[in-house]
């Protein structure tokens, strides 16, 4: 069975959905799989995938301007970057992106074009020839009716992946977000309903999509390799040792303002309890000056970038491995679905995890609701969450790790989960072709 991807994110051994990804395919081969992806600054994971095919804004508008270029070239530009190391966008590209929300209906026009439907693009994916379409989408529509014109095209079954929410909870302002808004939830009706199956990425968001779609959908959660932590055993806190606090992830969405909250309240934990608590942020953003300075402020260390082997050792290193979710009233909606990439790595990590966020969160549901771990959150009051980490810290040397651990084989572990999408669609395309 061979699979064209289409997603805006390529394969990656470091980006959230790229990593999701190569989870969901890592029971295949790397000749049964193929890319075509949309993203500009992204450089693919080609030791897991070797066969790629990238069409980017730039590529349209180099073919509005200069009728000689055709963005059929990207294929072979985006292996020469590769091996030259220049995969990046254009900086005047970047500068426009920082206005998304703004344009984004002119860049959906760009993409209506068509002129990235080439005959090298047909050329490529007839060579590769695909039995089935897997879609992982979003909020950009193009990516939507790029899936589905493949999928017609070529009469490929079409599964798709949504991971984040955007039409339920919307949080559009504005005229030209609130056109956007409507644009995309027609988009979904019909990318759904030419689905043949269609996948979210947790049990919130599988409940409330089946009801509103009146479509049954699958759930696929970021699942991992549990094998990179089964060399992590649990450690105890000794008595005047420092205890560490690790958070590993992006600081965008004010995650980065509810960890200088959880800041200053460790530091009167540390003072009122005797405890010695440090907050260590890794992310490979480079924060701001306000972000510095608000971390400065409230005791929390800023520690720069980590691989993925590096991420690992840091939790071997930790005593609680941090996970956080904005409180505002924009970024609390827009994730209230979401399933953190890192809730499985940190519940197969034998650490404890804190967790700090609003109640309604998926994320924060998962954790506090099966008790894994610290939960913090906007129930509590000030004086309870001090208690709370308080009682996390006096139960440390004596917490079980089992019930976590055998969360993430039931549900997260890349083997199961890999081999029961790859047999639903294998079982899709029996069924296509016995009609």
Sequence with gaps: MRVLVVSSSSFSDTGNNGKTLCSLFSNLKSRDIAQLYFGTNEEPYVEFCD?????????????????????RNSHNALVSSINSGTHKEAW???????????????????????????QELDAWIKEFNPDIVFALLGSSMHVHN??????????????????????????????????????LCKQYKKTIRRSSRAY?????????????????????????????????????????????ISYMGALHSNRWVSISKLGNIVKEINGEYGYQMYIKVFSTATPSKEIIASFEKSGVEFCGGLDSSGVIAQMERSH?????????????????????????????????????????????????????????????????????????????????YSLSKQYVIQNYNKEMVSQRLIKEMSDSIQQRERM
């Design 92 to 118: 005047w590209f970047r500068i426009l992106k920082m206005y998304e929300k703004k344009i984004r209906l002119i860049r959906e026009a760009l993409w209506k074009l068509n002129t990235w439907d080439t």
């Design 51 to 71: 066969n790629y095919y990238r069409i980017t804004e730039t590529d349209i508008l180099k073919s509005l301007f200069n009728f000689s270029y055709s963005v």
């Design 146 to 183: 790029i899936a589905i014109r493949l999928s017609e095209r070529y009469n490929l079954p079409l599964f798709t992946y949504f991971t984040d929410d955007y039409v339920i909870n919307s949080t559009a302002k504005g005229v030209v977000e609130k056109i956007h808004y409507r644009l």
């Design 200 to 244: 979210v990425i947790g049990e919130k968001m599988q409940k409330d999509y089946s009801e509103m779609y009146s479509k049954p959908f699958g759930v696929l959660g970021n699942c991992i390799d549990m094998d990179k932590y089964s060399h992590i055993h649990p450690r105890k806190i000794e008595q005047n040792e420092p205890i560490i």
């Design 320 to 400: 609680f491995l941090l996970h956080v979710e904005s409180f505002d009233e924009v970024n609390r909606t827009y994730v209230k679905y979401s399933i953190s990439t890192k809730i499985s790595e940190y519940l197969s990590s034998s650490r404890g995890i804190m967790a700090y966020g609003p109640h309604e969160v998926a994320s924060m549901e998962l954790l506090c609701k099966n008790g894994f771990g610290c939960g913090l959150t906007d129930l509590d009051s000030h004086d309870e969450i001090k208690k709370k980490i308080y009682e996390a810290i006096e139960g440390y040397n004596n917490h079980d």
